[in-house]
Every structure is written in structure tokens, then in C-alpha cells.
């Protein structure tokens, strides 16, 4: 049975057993996933998940249910299920959505990128894995050498006329590249998301891995006190990534973020621009319409220092007397719904890092940061973490450091924010849903602390 003969079936069934509004949610995704080790696939895994998610309002109370299976069976199933949970829901007054006025036009899905078989995906890693050990005799192996790809399918139905559906698919690359040089150890590392295999240069990935693992030799040891601090692009943004939850109205409403009342205020310095952009054809959480089927499009959240808007669905919207702004988000079709950004990144300048070293007189470039799951507080913005990276003197970097702890506030932070540059890059979250991205920044001060 197809998904248009269920959802006919079911909500022909759901009236005669005294629901009024219904939805009927799809998802289905296929993941591939394979790590390398020493020219040997030593990990291999396909998975397909799949299932419906129902909503329907049973005696003016919500109920829910979820099946993996498209057959009449399923539809008692569901039906009875969402009855029985309708009478222990508290909350009354939610609402299936009839729709947006407009959709986005665009498409997420890469076609080419699909045609790319399982055999070519493993022989870009042991192509990667070729030139890591050609490029210099102090490489030892690899720590984490992965390949992941996926393709998701969506849709979202319901009794009110909406019908909607969209694809979406990317490919991960995530590579560890350990050196010794005397009784020195250290690893570099590459990751990148994308949907354009050939873009993927196992030469230039090698390189990338190996030099970054190289500059880490020989770190030496400077002062604990306050620098001025350049955050290259994925340190920055894993910090923003952590922090990204604080622009989410729900969190807001719950007293866990400190921009609750904050919406028309300035929050940052006045070059600090953030946007959330559903529509980027690269991006990993692209979409034309959130998970309650309300209408996405591109939002800017922070805009010249100010706070312009939170991130909402329709029951915080609503709480606001607002309307949502399309960041209704459920992590699968069993998830519970929240609010999430889509693709949501600071704005970058057209300067290079190179030009951003330069400018600094003395300070420290921070390349990596570890910890964050628990040396950082998203409610108060306090965060402690170790770091890795380089010390900077007359505009050059001179020395890579023994490891460091920085140590600031978030919400501080963006009001020392000095300087952007042009490199901006994305990463997907795993502290909170988002494909987040940031370029380099410059910080005016920070507390540096060296072992």
C-alpha cells in the first residue's frame, strides 16, 4: 500500500471512530557507513529506517501513536493507540496546522550524488589513505577514518487539504591522522559534509589531515594570563554550535536562556550578524517546512548587534502572540516536537585569516576545542574548556601550545567579538540539532591557562 492509500484509508477509518483534525507524518532514511583501517574496510554498515507518525484530536484532546508497517492492520493500530493517549495528555488546545500561504520553491536533493555506488565511496577512503602515508614518513596510522552517507524522505498529510513532501541526502567525511616525531605524539584532523562527491580531493584531504597533525609538534609552553584570541572557523564554531540552543524561544520560555525579553535589544557588537538559512542548497538541514508543516524561509535572528527574533514553533509562538517562524523540529517521526535551528551561522566578512593573524600583535589561535558537553553552561554562557592551538606574536604564528583551557562567557563573548573573516564553514551539531557554521573571529580577551 502506498502512502496516499494509507492515509486515505486512515483518515476515513479516524472519522468514524470520532477524531476530527488528523495528520499522518512519513519519514524514511537509508544510511550507509564504513571506516578504514591500514587499506582494510574494517567497519561496514546499511541501515533503512521507517515509519508514520499519526495525530488526530479525540474528544478536544490530541492523541498520538506511530507504526513502521503501511497496512490495514496499522491503521487500528494507530487509531486505537492515539485514543488511549489522548486521555492522558494534559495539554488541550493543540492544533493540526492547515498550511502556509506560500512554500519555498527548491530542491535538497542531489542526484548525482546518489548515483555514487558503495565501491567508489571506499575507494575515495583508501585513495585518502594512500597519500596520508606518502606525504611524511612521521605519520603512524590513523585514529578515526570514516565515510558516512544518508538519504531521508519526508512527508506530512493531513485531514485539512496540506500535503507536503521533500528529499534530502549528503555524504560525511571524517579523518585522524596520527604523527610521531622522538616520543611525540600528536593527530589533525579533516571533516567536511557535502553533497558533491567530486569535490572531494583525496590528495588536498590527505595534505589537510597530516599538516594539521605536523603543526601540533614541538608545542611549547607561554604565560597563563588574558589574550586576545583568534577562533579559527571550526573552533568557533563548535563553540557557537554549543551555544546555539540559547536563540530558541522554547528554551526562553523555560527560563533556560538568558535572551528571554531580550527580542529588540542589542545582545552583540554591531558587526555581528546571525542568520538561519532553510534554503541553502548545501545545507544539511535544508527544508521547505518544518515538522508541523508551517512554511520555512530564510530568517535573521541577530542583526547588526541586535536580537530581532527567537526560533519558534507554533506553541511558542503562541505563547507570544507571534507567529512561528518555521523551526518546528522533531528528531525523527517518534520525536517529541521542539525548536531547532536549520542551517544557522554567523555572518562572515570578506577578510582572510591570513589578514586576521596578521592584525594580532600578540595573542593565541585556537584551533580545536574538547569538552564542551561539560565545561559549558548554555544557561548562564560561563564555559571552561581545553583547547588546542598556537601562539601568535607580531602577526605570525610562532609556536604551537602545550595544552590549554580557555575560559570565558558566551553572552560576553559576542560583545568582544573584533573581527570576522571570510572563512565560513559548517559543521552538523552533536550537543543540539542544527547545522551550525561560523568564520574566524577575532576575541578581544579571553582567559588562557597552559599547562
Known amino acids: 500500500m502506498n502512502l496516499l492509500e494509507f492515509k486515505d484509508l486512515l483518515f476515513k477509518a479516524g472519522q ?4 476530527t483534525d488528523m495528520e499522518l507524518a512519513y519519514e524514511r532514511e537509508e544510511k550507509f557507513g564504513c571506516e578504514l583501517y591500514k587499506g582494510e574496510i574494517d567497519s561496514y554498515d546499511t541501515s533503512e529506517v521507517f515509519g508514520v507518525a499519526f495525530r488526530g484530536v479525540f474528544n478536544g484532546k490530541m492523541g498520538n501513536s506511530f507504526s513502521e508497517k503501511l497496512d490495514e492492520e496499522s491503521i487500528q ?4 493507540n492515539a ?3 489522548s486521555q492522558i495528555v494534559e495539554e488541550e ?3 493540526i496546522f492547515a498550511g502556509s500561504e506560500s512554500y519555498e520553491e527548491g530542491t535538497f536533493y542531489s542526484e548525482p550524488l546518489r548515483e555514487v555506488s558503495i565501491p567508489e565511496k571506499m575507494n ?6 594512500k597519500y596520508i602515508y606518502e606525504y611524511d614518513e612521521r605519520v603512524t596510522g590513523t585514529d578515526y577514518f570514516q565515510l558516512s552517507s544518508a538519504e531521508t524522505e519526508r512527508a506530512l498529510l493531513n485531514s485539512k487539504g496540506l500535503s507536503l513532501q521533500e528529499k534530502q541526502n549528503y555524504l560525511g567525511l571524517y579523518v585522524s591522522v596520527v604523527v610521531k616525531q622522538g616520543d611525540e605524539i600528536k593527530n589533525g584532523a579533516y571533516s567536511k559534509f557535502t553533497k558533491d562527491f567530486e569535490s572531494l580531493n583525496p590528495q588536498e584531504i590527505a595534505k589537510q589531515a597530516v599538516e594539521e597533525a605536523l603543526s601540533q609538534l614541538g608545542a611549547k609552553s607561554i604565560d597563563s594570563k588574558n589574550y586576545r584570541v583568534l577562533l579559527r572557523h571550526d573552533a568557533a564554531g563548535s563553540l557557537f554550535n554549543t551555544f546555539s540552543p540559547i536563540f ?5 520560555q523555560k527560563g533556560e536562556s538568558l535572551l528571554k525579553d531580550k527580542v529588540g535589544e542589542g545582545i552583540a557588537v554591531s558587526t555581528l550578524t546571525i542568520v538561519d538559512d532553510p534554503t541553502l542548497k548545501e545545507g544539511l538541514l535544508s527544508r521547505t517546512f518544518d515538522s508541523e508543516g508551517v512554511a520555512t524561509s530564510k530568517r535573521v535572528v541577530v542583526e547588526e548587534g541586535k536580537l530581532v527574533t527567537l526560533l519558534h514553533n507554533q506553541k511558542t509562538a503562541k505563547k507570544e502572540g507571534v507567529q512561528s517562524t518555521g523551526h518546528g523540529y522533531k528528531a525523527s517521526y517518534k520525536g517529541t516536537l521542539t525548536v531547532a535551528p536549520t542551517n544557522l551561522f554567523i555572518q562572515p566578512s570578506e577578510k582572510s585569516f591570513e589578514e586576521l593573524v596578521a592584525s594580532i600583535e600578540e595573542g593565541v ?3 580545536d576545542l574538547s569538552g564542551l558537553h561539560s565545561g559549558a553552561n ?3 554562557g560561563d564555559f571552561s574548556v581545553a583547547a588546542s592551538g598556537f601562539y601568535i606574536k607580531n602577526g605570525k604564528i610562532e609556536t604551537s601550545v602545550n595544552q590549554m583551557t580557555i575560559a570565558g562567557n558566551f553572552f560576553e563573548l559576542l560583545n568582544q567579538v573584533e573581527d570576522f573573516g571570510s572563512d565560513l564553514e559548517f559543521a552538523m551539531s552533536f550537543v543540539a540539532p542544527g547545522y551550525i557554521g561560523s568564520p574566524s573571529l577575532i576575541i578581544k580577551e579571553l582567559a588562557v591557562t597552559v599547562e
Open 248 to 252: 530558541s524561544a522554547e528554551r526562553t
Open 16 to 19: 468514524e471512530h470520532g477524531f
Open 365 to 367: 589561535l585556537i584551533t
Open 83 to 85: 485514543k488511549e493517549n
Open 77 to 80: 493500530f494507530l487509531l486505537e
Open 93 to 95: 488546545n493543540e492544533e
Open 378 to 380: 548554555s544557561v548562564s
Open 124 to 129: 575515495l577512503l583508501k585513495e585518502i589513505e
